[in-house]
């Protein structure tokens, strides 16, 4: 009578492996066949790579498991998960327009809301938030130059204290809005000096960022969520020059191109002729879209 041959340790791993790979071999989608099967296959062998054990397994559930519990439709974890491992930027990277000349998007961010104010060209956005008054201005073109009227603009930014409205009790808006650029395709709007604030880390993506040894502050920003017809919508942030933080974003998201001066004024004229009470700020930026429908 003879024994069987002990299988070998790699043999029984990799036999799960092909056996949960060939579990999607029916899927009707190809893509999402496609990406099942590599899912599985990366997913496995980052598990061997690094001898995953039982109990880290359990570790990752659970941390997961609170991700889920945190997350409401004011605070996105899995997104803030995503940002500070790079996936979100990679994501960016991978399906960015290669159009010469078009401005370089950035991380969605998980603070977006669908039900933004509509607000005036030329008005305030700010809602009665924190922080220096800064007028922000520029022109949404093609990248062939044609201005875009019309182009819906969603802007979005932290207040002076480094919060975003969804981040308070309650349900105020504040720092956020939309608007419409004129004819000519140029934006302007009142709203408050961006300033670096830390994302949020009082539940697992901060934990996992203090084991880490890493911050969790973003460099101050702008969020702007640009649409037009017949072009690829662009998500894109602009930074404020000589910010301590552009060299070390918790979510990777900076961009040389992407940093504007801040200009500061004690007084004085604003561009749209009005007088702001005190000190005040302005910026100007011009966003460019590249043609093409979305994905």
């Not at 791993?13 to 949960?20: F, I, L, R």
């Not at 060939?22 to 989608?29: C, E, K, L, Q, V």
């Not at 980052?46 to 659970?62: G, N, Y």
Request: with cysteine; aromatic share 8%.
């Amino acid at each position: 009578m003879t024994s069987e041959r002990p299988v070998p340790a790699d043999e029984r791993e990799q036999a799960v492996t092909d056996e949960v790979v060939a579990s999607f071999d029916g899927t009707a989608d190809p893509r999402l066949r496609e990406v099942m099967q590599s899912l599985v296959r990366h997913l496995h062998s980052f598990a061997r790579d690094v001898r995953l054990s039982e109990r880290e397994w359990e570790a990752a559930i659970e941390f997961l498991t609170r991700a889920g519990h945190i997350t409401d439709d004011r605070r996105q974890e899995f997104v803030l998960l995503s940002d500070v491992l790079g996936l979100s930027m990679l994501a960016v990277a991978i399906n960015e327009p290669k159009t010469p000349g078009a401005t370089e998007a950035t991380v969605f961010g998980p603070f977006f809301v669908d039900d933004a104010p509509e607000v005036a060209l030329g008005g305030d956005l700010a809602g009665g938030a924190p922080g220096t008054p800064c007028y922000v201005s520029g022109q949404v073109r093609s990248a062939d130059g044609t201005p875009l009227g019309g182009t819906r603009l969603d802007v979005w930014g932290a207040d002076g204290d480094g919060f975003y409205d969804v981040q308070y009790d309650g349900n105020r808006t504040a720092g956020r809005g939309w608007l419409r650029t004129g004819p000519d395709g140029t934006y302007r709007f009142w709203t408050v000096l961006p300033t670096p604030y830390p994302i949020p880390h009082d539940g697992p993506v901060g934990e996992l960022l203090t084991a880490s040894g890493r911050g969790p502050m973003r460099p101050a920003h702008l969020h702007f969520k640009a649409t037009a017809p017949d072009h690829r919508t662009l998500i894109t942030h602009i930074f404020v020059a000589g910010d301590p933080y552009l060299d070390r974003d918790a979510v990777f998201g900076v961009k040389n191109s992407l940093v504007v001066e801040a200009d500061h004024h004690n007084s004085g004229r604003a561009p749209d002729g009005s007088l702001p009470e005190g000190a005040w700020a302005s910026m100007r930026f011009d966003l460019v879209l590249a043609p093409g429908e979305d994905d």
